[in-house]
């Protein structure tokens, strides 16, 4: 049955619409100013700035830990709940609520750190909505196209919210976030009178990331439902507890999936230590302002879109795999490159001081990792849907989440534990380097069509 255009235009006003939460609240501008507030914030508690910056980091990973584990264990039981009920909308609805109040929020961090901790939980409160409601988003992909079309609609879907990204970006980079000097990009104070001494400017994201999502997840609503006549199984709790135990027992005996899941467990992992990771990076190893760092946002968040946007078309021609192959690849390179350069050295080369080519290495770094990460991302959900049971799909993807949630407390640990014991940020990102090949080594056992019409047949 054809789809209609509505409801594919429809499905990707989700990506665009909650996309400025990873790029200007995960990334490039609330993540970057958390460390920086949490850095001066131990500073002043008498640590030494490098302990200080080691201690910043390992905070902002332990957030993302533990939103991770939450993520990881309620998944797959909320996805197989919304398939027994046929429901995905309501629960993207109630997510989309928690999301809006909890972004809101974020205005509360004051350049002081006294709202510290608070903050730091209410931020990931609302990455556990934002990624919870992208589970049941997730789920609607199979019934957008055939299994040649999803990877092009999904490359597609994800171009489109990187642009949404790009957008929002410009306009808190021009308008709202100030520097150190008190003025946008533009060189003018923030807008309405925000108080610069008082970072309002920045402080202003969270807000705006809440009104920009409430106003463009509205097509979404407009153009997505539920289908009437899904099939609907009990939903005791008993019931679906039974179902998904069976789906989990089943994962064992399909070779392709399995790999496929531990696989993409860890090189996705790996992925969003490096997102999440990268404007603290630049804060902290390069020394980076706001203002610089949203200029590396906005190149990392084009070339997200544009490799996406023909990873997708690879993905319909070449099938997943292959893209998701090449582009680990790229990200192994580009992590090599991360650890072993700092703001003297490159790989052990001293550099001349006041020396740019940092900054420059570093640049080019973010278009891989945007680029590749972007198409790592659309052609992994594309791959999911060719191991998922076309009744089953909220609970397929809900396994899918939990493959990339369930190890975040080992690849965060990871870095914190290495931040910590050599006292060295960038040397920290060295388990990402272990994360990707691992991952990169599992995928040689995933079919490249994947193994739904052998599951449904069987």
């Given at each position: 049955?054809?789809?209609?255009?509505?409801?594919?235009?429809?499905?990707?006003?989700?990506?665009?619409?909650?996309?400025?939460?990873?790029?200007?609240?995960?990334?490039?501008i609330?993540?970057?100013?958390?460390?920086?507030?949490?850095?001066?914030?131990?500073?002043?508690?008498?640590?030494?700035?490098?302990?200080?910056?080691?201690?910043?980091?390992?905070?902002?990973?332990?957030?993302?830990?533990?939103?991770?584990?939450?993520?990881?264990?309620?998944?797959?039981?909320?996805?197989?709940?919304?398939?027994?009920?046929g429901?995905?909308?309501?629960?993207?609805?109630?997510?989309?609520?928690?999301?809006?109040?909890?972004?809101?929020?974020?205005?509360?961090?004051?350049?002081?750190?006294?709202?510290l901790?608070?903050?730091?939980?209410?931020?990931?409160?609302?990455?556990?909505?934002?990624?919870?409601?992208?589970?049941?988003?997730?789920?609607?992909?199979?019934?957008?196209?055939?299994?040649?079309?999803?990877?092009?609609?999904?490359?597609?879907?994800?171009?489109?919210?990187?642009?949404?990204?790009?957008?929002?970006?410009?306009?808190?980079?021009?308008?709202?976030?100030?520097?150190?000097?008190?003025?946008?990009?533009?060189?003018?104070?923030?807008?309405?009178?925000?108080?610069?001494?008082?970072?309002?400017?920045?402080?202003?994201?969270?807000?705006?990331i809440?009104?920009?999502?409430?106003?463009?997840?509205?097509?979404?609503?407009?153009?997505?439902?539920?289908?009437?006549?899904?099939?609907?199984?009990?939903?005791?709790?008993?019931?679906?507890?039974?179902?998904?135990?069976?789906?989990?027992?089943?994962?064992?005996?399909?070779?392709?999936?399995?790999?496929?899941?531990?696989?993409?467990?860890?090189?996705?992992?790996?992925?969003?230590?490096?997102?999440?990771?990268?404007?603290?990076?630049?804060?902290?190893?390069?020394?980076?302002?706001?203002?610089?760092?949203?200029?590396?946002?906005?190149?990392?968040?084009?070339?997200?879109?544009?490799?996406?946007?023909?990873?997708?078309?690879?993905?319909?021609?070449?099938?997943?795999?292959?893209?998701?192959?090449?582009?680990v690849?790229?990200?192994?390179?580009?992590s090599?490159?991360?650890?072993?350069?700092?703001?003297?050295?490159?790989?052990?080369?001293?550099?001349?001081?006041?020396?740019?080519?940092?900054?420059?290495?570093?640049?080019?770094?973010?278009?891989?990792?945007?680029?590749?990460?972007?198409?790592?991302?659309?052609?992994?959900?594309?791959?999911?849907?060719?191991?998922?049971?076309?009744?089953?799909?909220?609970?397929?993807?809900g396994?899918?989440?939990?493959?990339?949630?369930?190890?975040?407390?080992?690849a965060?640990?990871?870095?914190?534990?290495?931040?910590?014991?050599?006292?060295?940020?960038?040397?920290?990102?060295?388990?990402?380097?272990?994360?990707?090949l691992?991952?990169?080594?599992?995928?040689?056992?995933?079919?490249?069509?994947?193994?739904?019409?052998?599951?449904?047949?069987?």
């Open positions: 049955m054809a789809v209609s255009k509505r409801r594919i235009w429809g499905w990707m006003a989700f990506d665009w619409a909650s996309q400025p939460f990873y790029t200007l609240g995960l990334t490039f609330f993540g970057p100013y958390f460390a920086a507030v949490a850095a001066e914030y131990y500073l002043g508690a008498g640590m030494d700035e490098k302990t200080a910056d080691a201690e910043a980091q390992s905070l902002w990973f332990m957030g993302q830990t533990i939103a991770g584990l939450f993520i990881a264990f309620t998944a797959p039981f909320l996805g197989a709940f919304a398939d027994s009920s429901r995905k909308i309501p629960w993207i609805a109630f997510f989309s609520v928690v999301y809006v109040l909890t972004t809101a929020l974020l205005w509360g961090l004051t350049p002081d750190g006294s709202s901790f608070f903050i730091l939980a209410i931020f990931f409160i609302g990455f556990v909505a934002a990624e919870s409601a992208l589970n049941f988003v997730n789920a609607i992909l199979p019934s957008l196209g055939t299994q040649s079309e999803v990877g092009r609609i999904s490359g597609a879907g994800a171009a489109f919210g990187y642009s949404g990204g790009v957008t929002a970006l410009f306009i808190m980079l021009l308008l709202l976030a100030e520097n150190e000097e008190g003025v946008t990009l533009l060189g003018n104070a923030p807008l309405f009178g925000l108080d610069p001494e008082q970072r309002e400017g920045t402080r202003s994201v969270g807000p705006f809440a009104v920009w999502y409430a106003i463009f997840i509205m097509p979404f609503f407009w153009w997505v439902k539920d289908d009437p006549n899904a099939p609907k199984k009990s939903t005791a709790l008993s019931a679906v507890a039974g179902e998904l135990w069976t789906t989990l027992k089943n994962v064992y005996r399909r070779k392709s999936l399995f790999n496929f899941l531990i696989g993409s467990m860890l090189y996705r992992d790996a992925l969003n230590v490096l997102y999440t990771a990268g404007g603290v990076y630049a804060a902290l190893v390069l020394d980076w302002e706001i203002i610089e760092i949203g200029v590396f946002g906005i190149i990392a968040a084009i070339s997200a879109a544009i490799t996406t946007w023909l990873s997708g078309l690879a993905d319909q021609r070449f099938g997943p795999k292959p893209v998701i192959t090449t582009m690849c790229v990200l192994i390179a580009v090599a490159i991360i650890v072993g350069m700092s703001r003297e050295q490159i790989f052990g080369i001293p550099l001349a001081e006041g020396s740019q080519l940092p900054d420059i290495v570093f640049y080019i770094c973010g278009m891989c990792i945007g680029g590749a990460g972007g198409a790592v991302y659309t052609s992994s959900r594309s791959m999911m849907v060719r191991h998922t049971h076309p009744d089953r799909p909220s609970e397929a993807f396994l899918f989440a939990l493959s990339g949630k369930a190890t975040a407390f080992i965060t640990a990871m870095v914190t534990a290495f931040t910590n014991l050599t006292g060295n940020t960038q040397l920290g990102y060295l388990p990402v380097i272990i994360l990707f691992l991952g990169l080594f599992l995928l040689r056992w995933v079919n490249k069509d994947g193994d739904r019409a052998e599951w449904s047949a069987s």
